[in-house]
């Protein structure tokens, strides 16, 4: 039994690592997007051993890493420090230098005539091992967050729910991009690891080393600084007993590791731009009513840009997060966190020219905690495997078509492919980023209130037969 466990645990990670590297080995979107002004960071950082990316964009450094004339655009101003800084946060590109030094130097190796067999050049392929490296942690964070949630239930059916979310947007179509999205998926997964583990020996060490980690994640990018308390709030509830144990050397010594960081980032901050959020908060807050209220629509339920386009199989996350409150209510703080600002976003709550619900991605290891809690419920069940089916299609398509995760003129080119039901599930959706009235989404969310009640309903149920025959059963033995 416990080597079958592991067999299934360990699929996770191998099954998801060679759907994603197949995905992206016929066709893709490289380097676009904010992907190479990430690189572009790191590429400066390993030649010239500084930040000012102005030289790195005037001498095209961008075919080093596959893109050529990269245009800085609004991409880097001149900060207060009189250099030309990018205003993407260096977080990301300094954790990936000593990955894209090496990507650089292996890229040397194969000739020009075997790269052009597989329509590459150099700049290619080292992008290519850098997104190797990234879909081996996004399925490292995976295998790890299988590992905690299979105290919850079954170990078979949680590792096959976290493979089918693995392989699902948005994760799959995140886990090979140069986007702090893939380092914030980890953090999130170890933390949800770590907060429904067996108590251990070396649970102090990881706790310390676990603060440390989000200390340091707002480095990748600063709307992270909002996210990270809600993950330590995580910590707290769910190892309140590890903390009270711990000494008051310790505890101070955890409270600086994680806050130092990002007291270090803030001073950073100041002295490059003026402020403490960042590039993009020189002009003011980058955050709106007007945004929020279309942004909470439009990240889910969005025909192009929203969750529930590419992954229907999230349609059971109220259902379950109704049910199981009480013990996983810790995990929707973090979610808000993310969720809000992400939504009210002035510059636009849809990522621009990126895969669907690219700000929501982290969030997606505390969503998995109360659909693993709540498969407890025969209705819950049945109700995942209904929507597996079509997210199943969806999958059978993307990675068949990779490109088609991308914004198109054309409209959602996935569902269109799935014929008439998905030309009609499309039209079902809303087309908030174009502007459509929000009263028209008032009947989607009327279904989606009816369905999650009747799961929660049936559930109930189910429970209350079990309570019923329970009590019959210690009735019948006391007499």
């Known amino acids: ?40 960071i790191a590429e400066s950082l390993v030649t010239d051993h500084d930040l000012d990316v102005a030289n790195n964009y005037a001498r095209n450094d961008g075919r080093l890493f596959g893109h050529d004339r990269l245009d800085m655009g609004l991409h880097a101003v001149r900060s207060r420090t009189g250099r030309v800084l990018s205003i993407h946060d260096v977080g990301l590109p300094l954790m990936l230098v000593p990955a894209y030094a090496i990507a650089r130097a292996v890229a040397q190796y194969p000739s020009e005539a075997l790269l052009k067999r597989f329509r590459m050049d150099r700049g290619l392929f080292a992008y290519s091992l850098l997104g190797l490296l990234l879909i081996a942690v996004t399925a490292t964070g995976s295998a790890l967050l299988a590992s905690g949630l299979s105290g919850l239930d079954r170990p078979g059916r949680v590792a096959f729910l976290v493979l089918a979310i693995g392989i699902s947007p948005p994760v799959v179509s995140h ?15 170890v933390v949800v690891w770590f907060s429904l583990k067996p108590a251990g020996a070396g649970d102090r060490s990881m706790l310390l080393a676990l603060l440390l980690i989000l200390g340091v994640l707002p480095w990748m990018h600063h709307k992270y600084l909002i996210y990270v308390p809600g993950l330590l709030l995580v910590i707290a509830w769910t190892r309140w007993t590890l903390i009270k144990s711990l000494r008051l050397t310790t505890i101070v010594a955890g409270l600086l590791l994680f806050a130092g960081p990002q007291v270090a980032l803030q001073v950073w901050t100041w002295r490059a731009w003026g402020t403490l959020g960042g590039a993009l908060t020189t002009q003011g807050v980058p955050f709106s009513l007007e945004s929020l209220q279309r942004g909470l629509v439009g990240l889910w339920i969005d025909r192009q840009s929203g969750l529930l386009a590419y992954a229907p199989l999230y349609w059971i996350v109220p259902a379950c997060w109704w ?15 993310l969720y809000l600002p992400a939504a009210a976003f002035v510059i636009g709550w849809w990522a621009g020219f990126a895969p669907a619900a690219r700000y929501l991605v982290p969030s997606v290891p505390l969503l998995l905690v109360p659909m693993v809690e709540a498969l407890r419920y025969r209705a819950v069940r049945l109700a995942t495997l209904f929507l597996i089916v079509p997210q199943g299609l969806i999958d059978a398509v993307i990675w068949q078509h990779p490109r088609w995760l991308w914004p198109a003129p054309e409209g959602n080119l996935v569902l269109s492919a799935l014929g008439p039901f998905g030309r009609v599930y499309a039209q079902a959706l809303v087309d908030v980023q174009g502007g459509a009235p929000m009263f028209s989404a008032i009947w989607i969310g009327a279904v989606a209130a009816i369905g999650s009640a009747a799961v929660v309903v049936w559930a109930r149920k189910e429970q209350q037969d079990l309570e019923d025959a329970a009590d019959r059963r210690s009735t019948s033995n006391r007499s």
């Open 1 to 40: 039994m416990r080597r079958h466990w592991r067999r299934s645990l360990l699929a996770v990670p191998v099954v998801m690592f060679l759907f994603i590297w197949t995905l992206t080995t016929h066709g893709k979107y490289s380097v676009s997007g904010d992907e190479p002004h990430y690189l572009i």
């Open 175 to 189: 886990a090979f991009l140069v986007f702090p999205e893939v380092v914030a998926l980890f953090v999130t997964c």
């Open 323 to 337: 049910l199981t409150w009480k013990r996983t209510g810790a995990y929707l703080v973090p979610f808000l966190l």
